[in-house]
């Protein structure tokens, strides 16, 4: 399925360059504190991932200071940001919490073109992000 | 059923597209309307000049067949696109609205005319499209019968081109340039004189450093003459701006796509827009951050889309600005770093302004690999250069730029069949195989099966690079796992990074481990790291293996605002030093406690605010106190026998030998030691990793205590040590602890799990042969000790990662809020936020 979507709304943020490979960066997105993550997968595409900045069992904005890492191998393999406050290790492509379902990061789109890293201010519907 | 694309402008990289597309859809899955604003078909624009020297429009026109033809193109000439629904997934002429499925900008560019007075007086041109040279030459040719003279706007590429236009057609032309020099973007100086010279040579005339200020009519009101910024005026029957082009991306910028700060429609590297299954190509298509005004990467977008459209996944592989053309009959090439921008790169020219060539080869620093060059007058060898861009040449640099040039075979990336060592005739393949196949695990294995490098040793760091990646490779498999991506403990760990050399996680985990690792193996790995001496924490990759504490050298508290701990080496401080302290704190209103390690914390310091306070106490004087680190805390003291009745000796001072000895030096966990200045034991330095009480002969060292949750008492290990041993023995004791202890294990359950005999043995009577190595490598901590905070500062790469948000360096997190307690503010509870709006005391930041 894709998804069908205007070229409108979606935000400028900052360029590739700012963003160190699996080191975290927080911005802000229309009001919204996004943390954003740049990864390259085994095959060596680059992408960058954005959650929501705010770890929803501390209730601080930290969740960029967090350490990127996986869980799984393979084609389960995940990929997590671990926050800095308590640990919670969270999916970074769904923003389940994998340590304690009871919490979860909101979802954003990325895109990234010439350098530029572009974030849509909207979250994604995440049950259709994990159906896909 | 076909689906619909639209290709909108019909240019050169439009016509590449589709017929690379009617080529490879074996299965006519596209149907594709073609809508062309110029009323004619797609034309080679990049022969443009051609049309004088004979060739008539057809001829101009692309491809052997007429794309018309093909039963799945509809061409619409004239057909100007006025609006683009991404959402209806529409275009509208105005013939009317036409759906499409997906979509291709390709809308070029524009010429772009300088804001001069004058520049729409009629004989003022653009050179861009067949209308444009038409009309030029119309105009000429009217006026013909009389001497004539010209002026070129733009010493580029196409002013040149533009200027050989009105030579041929009897026009005395004069080209005038902004730079310094003719083609500024892709020649030298040095080029620039040459081409200048030869220019010149052929009666066109070449003003540069110049800038047109206005065009001013005749008395006909047709243009007459163009003033220069500095007041010369020149005449003028004919102007012709080649200034430049700008992005047609009017289209795409109503549309509300995503558009580049300098114009183009920004794509990704597949040349997608942010609209699904809508690309652009060519010279509008901002892609990679810039755009191209050069047709060969817009063929390769092309390319790109076509593969996209037919389920590929091409992407843009990137581009070079390499050209070689034949200007006014001059060869001019210009070909990778033209310009030698590279940090170290060398520079070889050979000129000889007499013959009109200019040669120049641009080099890297050891002047063996080719990184560029220039070439004018002469540009023969540019196909045999041009390929060998970041190849080793292979012999002098010379011999590529003498008229004879003879050319050296490239010696490559080390294939297999390459000499290494030229004195024994060694392959890389050989030294490869003496790793792999016969089992030689370092250096000098391999020099001795192989003899490479055993005679003059030139090729030494060469074969050694080769057997290092070959050994990389492979990688020891032992159990006992660290995480779910290391099988290791944190004490093989240690020594496998050590032994092999390696000094990035990627290449850790990549040999020895799974995926991408997690916030239990990274920082072990980036404390291994640290112990080893690799430099700044932050530096190269280590940064993404820290802790947030260690990543801002500061401690996170629960509002996501950080600790500041400077360190007080000892506990002692001077009242200037307090004063600097204290004036910090009250100016950027933070919290002061005194800590149970005769320090002060300093709570409630922004992420962005971390810097400024650090140069504030860097200032004064103080220095990283590693409050954040595995590493040593604080050597707590007494006053000692200098104040003291009852001291035996001088408890502060050996602390603060001991503090500033072992400052930095990270370890499996937190490290905290202890100096009584007598038996009395005041500074509990048996609650302390290490404690050190003073006898009347010299210190008692004791081990392996600490506070915290499982409280334990340090047990005696060595009795009346004069200062000397002790430090080091206390040196052995760290550094052993340091590579053989387990991740987050205290020296209280590792002495019990070693032995507290079997660590006395290793110790003191050196029952492994390791305290030499020990000693070594706590000398080297010692002496490449350097304050973590000093070197962030001077460090704008390090700074940069100071901010709370990246898009507004200047702002703070907005959530935060904080009430006042006991004259100091703290952060506000739960419910406490709901009732205050923002931050309720004034900071000064």
């Known amino acids: 399925m894709t998804v069908r979507m205007g070229g409108g709304g979606w935000v400028s943020v900052c360029t590739k360059k700012q963003l160190i490979p699996e080191r975290g960066v927080a911005v802000l997105v229309k009001d919204q504190q996004v943390a954003l993550f740049r990864v390259t997968n085994a095959e060596g595409e680059e992408f960058v991932y954005a959650v929501g900045h705010r770890d929803p069992f501390a209730d601080a904005n930290v969740i960029a200071r967090g350490i990127v890492g996986s869980v799984g191998q393979g084609e389960d393999q995940r990929d997590t940001v671990a926050s800095p406050m308590y640990k919670h290790v969270f999916d970074l492509r769904t923003g389940e919490c994998l340590t304690d379902p009871s919490g979860r990061l909101p979802v954003y789109r990325t895109w990234i073109a010439g350098g530029v890293v572009y974030v849509h201010p909207e979250p994604v519907d995440v049950p259709a992000l994990v159906a896909s | 059923m076909s689906q619909k694309l639209t290709v909108v402008g019909g240019g050169m990289v439009a016509h590449r597209l589709i017929e690379a597309l009617l080529d490879r859809d074996t299965e006519q899955a596209w149907q594709i309307d073609l809508f062309c604003e110029e009323p004619v078909a797609p034309y080679d624009r990049v022969a443009l000049t051609s049309y004088f020297s004979g060739n008539s429009p057809e001829d101009l026109l692309l491809g052997d067949a007429d794309l018309a033809a093909d039963p799945r193109v509809t061409v619409h000439l004239g057909g100007t696109v006025t609006a683009l629904d991404t959402e209806a997934r529409t275009v509208s002429t105005a013939a009317g609205v036409h759906g499409f499925d997906a979509l291709v900008l390709a809308t070029g560019s524009s010429a772009f005319v300088p804001p001069v007075a004058g520049s729409d007086l009629p004989g003022a041109f653009v050179y861009r499209t067949v209308q444009d040279v038409q009309d030029l030459e119309a105009w000429v040719l009217a006026r013909q019968g009389r001497p004539l003279t010209g002026v070129v706007v733009g010493g580029g590429l196409l002013g040149l081109e533009a200027a050989g236009a009105l030579h041929g057609l009897g026009v005395r032309a004069t080209v005038v340039e902004f730079a310094d020099r003719l083609m500024p973007l892709q020649v030298d100086e040095g080029g620039g004189a040459a081409l200048r010279r030869i220019i010149e040579g052929l009666g066109v005339e070449v003003r540069t450093s110049a800038a047109s200020a206005a065009l001013h009519a005749g008395a006909g009101g047709e243009v007459a003459a163009m003033e220069l910024a500095d007041g010369t005026k020149i005449e003028a029957d004919v102007v012709v701006f080649a200034t430049g082009v700008r992005p047609r991306d009017e289209l795409a910028r109503e549309a509300g796509l995503v558009i580049g700060e300098r114009g183009g429609v920004v794509v990704d590297d597949g040349c997608a827009t942010v609209v699904p299954e809508v690309y652009a190509v060519g010279e509008v298509a901002c892609i990679q951050g810039r755009t191209w005004g050069l047709v060969g990467p817009g063929n390769t977008m092309a390319e790109v889309v076509v593969d996209r459209l037919l389920g590929g996944e091409a992407t843009f592989p990137g581009a070079d600005t390499s050209t070689k053309l034949k200007l006014l009959g001059v060869d001019v090439a210009s070909f990778g770093d033209a310009f030698a921008e590279t940090p170290g790169a060398l520079e070889v020219v050979y000129a000889d302004p007499v013959a009109g060539v200019y040669k120049k080869l ?94 003059c040793g030139s090729c030494l760091p060469l074969v050694k690079n080769l057997v290092n990646t070959e050994l990389e490779k492979s990688g020891v498999e032992v159990s006992n796992a660290l995480c779910e991506h290391f099988a290791f403990s944190r004490a093989q760990l240690f020594d496998i990074v050590s032994v092999t050399g390696l000094r990035n996680f990627s290449e850790i985990i990549a040999s020895h481990g799974t995926g991408r690792g997690c916030d239990i193996c990274r920082p072990v790995v980036a404390s291994i790291l640290a112990s080893l001496g690799t430099g700044h924490v932050l530096d190269k990759d280590q940064a993404r293996l820290q802790d947030t504490n260690d990543h801002v050298m500061a401690n996170l508290q629960k509002d996501g605002t950080y600790s500041v701990v400077p360190r007080v080496p000892a506990g002692e401080i001077t009242p200037e030093g307090l004063i600097a302290i204290g004036q910090v704190a009250h100016d950027f209103g933070l919290y002061t406690k005194i800590t149970g390690g005769q320090r002060i914390d300093l709570f409630g310091a922004r992420l962005e605010q971390l810097p400024a306070i650090w140069k504030r106490l860097v200032d004064a004087g103080f220095e990283s ?217 004034e900071v000064r930041a």
């Open chain 2, 625 to 841: 106190g590693h409050a954040y680190g595995k590493s040593l805390r604080t050597v707590k003291s007494c006053v000692g026998s200098t104040w003291c009745r009852y001291g035996v000796q001088d408890s502060v001072g050996m602390a603060v030998e001991l503090e500033l000895r072992y400052r930095g030096l990270r370890a499996p966990h937190k490290l905290k030691l202890g100096v009584s200045g007598c038996a009395r034991e005041c500074a509990e330095a048996r609650g302390k990793d290490v404690g050190v009480i003073a006898t009347d002969n010299g210190w008692n060292l004791y081990v392996g205590g600490n506070g915290g949750f499982t409280p334990r008492h340090a047990v005696l290990f060595a009795e009346d040590l004069d200062t000397e041993t002790l430090v080091r023995t206390i040196d052995r004791f760290l550094m052993y602890y340091v590579r053989t202890a387990d991740r987050l294990q205290r020296t209280a359950p590792w002495v019990e799990a070693h032995g507290i005999e079997a660590i006395r043995e290793v110790i003191l009577e050196d029952s492994l042969g390791i305290c030499a190595d020990l000693d070594a490598a706590m000398a080297a901590h010692v002496g490449s000790y350097c304050d973590e905070w000093a070197a962030t500062l001077a460090d704008p790469d390090k700074l940069a990662q100071f901010v709370s948000f990246v898009n507004d360096p200047e702002a703070s997190d907005p959530d935060l809020a904080y009430v006042e307690e006991r004259g100091q503010r703290r952060p506000a509870t739960a419910s406490e936020r709901t009732l205050i709006a923002g931050p309720t005391l």
């Open chain 2, 362 to 455: 641009v080099v890297s620093d050891d002047a063996k690999t080719l990184l560029g060059g220039i070439l004018v007058g002469d540009a023969s060898s540019y196909a045999s250069l041009r390929p060998m861009l970041g190849a080793e040449l292979g012999s002098d640099p010379n011999a590529w730029l003498l008229p004879e040039g003879s050319g050296a075979p490239v010696t490559g990336q080390l294939p297999d069949a390459a000499t290494v060592c030229s004195c024994n005739n060694v392959t890389a393949g050989t030294i490869r195989c003496a790793v792999t196949d016969e089992g030689c695990t370092d250096l000098g294995a391999v020099k001795a099966c192989t003899k490479a490098g055993t005679s």
